[in-house]
């Protein structure tokens, strides 16, 4: 599948912008962005951008893969968190540029949890949502005002915005919706968890335990958010082609499971 690694920039073009300087200010390059946006016949003239228009521009140094948005003039977390399908406490507790959630300042540069997605042939929005289990309905939120992108048609080389899906305290970072995992397979994310355990296994679609239940902990316990890591340990092979990472916290209480998520992954 073609998920996009490496660190992308989503922008809103504002009065003045332009190809290259944008190319510039974000350390891409012009023809990469015209051909990752549409910025081309029949979509537009080429190079030519108009405000309002939203943008997904590659950097082209070697980063780690993640997206960050650039905050417009009129935003706040709650909007961005709509159209990100993202709660809130995930922006403001993974961005630590974020002090107070109520105070966001344009072009302020935040991650939102996200990756980025290169239209193969023969793809569509339905296909895409089967491969990552992400609904199509926050596929299209979070790809709004990009000309080259409809809900009957997305062309081969666009890039695509694919929201993560999170709960309101863990958000997966590694492996990514959709991706392929085998035993030693990393993971990664950040959570907000109670002595900041964190628990994760791994199930095929013939509800088959391929990892059971491992546990791993976060750099810091809630209230904070904290980063995780661990590699996922198979303890029977897949019987099936795919399966999901479930990562989730227990209650103190009862030991009922607590802030799942699902991400849908190949074998």
């Known amino acids: 599948m073609a998920i996009q690694r490496g660190t992308h920039i989503i922008h809103t073009v504002k009065p003045g912008d332009t190809v290259y300087s944008l190319a510039v200010r974000y350390e891409s390059d012009i023809d990469a962005i015209a051909r990752v946006n549409g910025i081309y016949p029949p979509f537009t003239d080429p190079f030519v951008i108009f405000p309002g228009q939203v943008l997904v521009i590659p950097r082209l140094t070697v980063d780690p893969t993640e997206t960050f948005y650039v905050i417009q003039p009129g935003d ?12 809130v406490p995930v922006l403001a507790g993974t961005n ?16 939102v949890p996200v990756f980025i997605y290169d239209v193969e042939a ?3 929005l339905f296909s895409i949502s089967q491969k990552t289990g992400v609904p199509t309905g926050q596929i299209l939120n979070a790809n709004m005002f990009r000309p080259a ?11 695509l915005i694919i929201p ?5 305290n863990i958000f997966v970072t590694e492996p990514l919706p959709g991706s392929t995992i085998q035993n030693n397979s990393r ?9 900041a355990n964190v628990l994760y296994r791994v199930v095929d679609t013939n509800n088959m335990e391929v990892a059971s239940e491992s546990f791993t902990t976060a750099d810091f316990a809630g209230p904070n958010f904290g980063k995780f890591r661990d590699t ?11 399966g999901e990472l479930q990562v989730y916290t227990r ?5 009922s499971i607590q802030d799942l998520v699902q991400i849908k992954v190949n074998f």
């Open 251 to 255: 209650s103190a209480e009862d030991g």
């Open 232 to 242: 996922i340990t198979f303890n029977n092979p897949p019987s099936a082609q795919e």
């Open 164 to 168: 993560i899906l999170v709960s309101q």
């Open 122 to 124: 023969g793809d569509s």
């Open 76 to 87: 706040n977390l709650t909007r961005v968190a709509d159209r990100f399908s993202s709660p």
């Open 149 to 159: 992108i409809s809900p009957d048609l997305i062309f081969e080389g666009i890039k």
């Open 187 to 195: 993971i990664e994310g950040y959570a907000r968890a109670f002595e």
């Open 96 to 111: 630590p540029t974020i002090q107070n959630p109520d105070f966001v300042f344009p072009n302020q540069q935040i991650r």
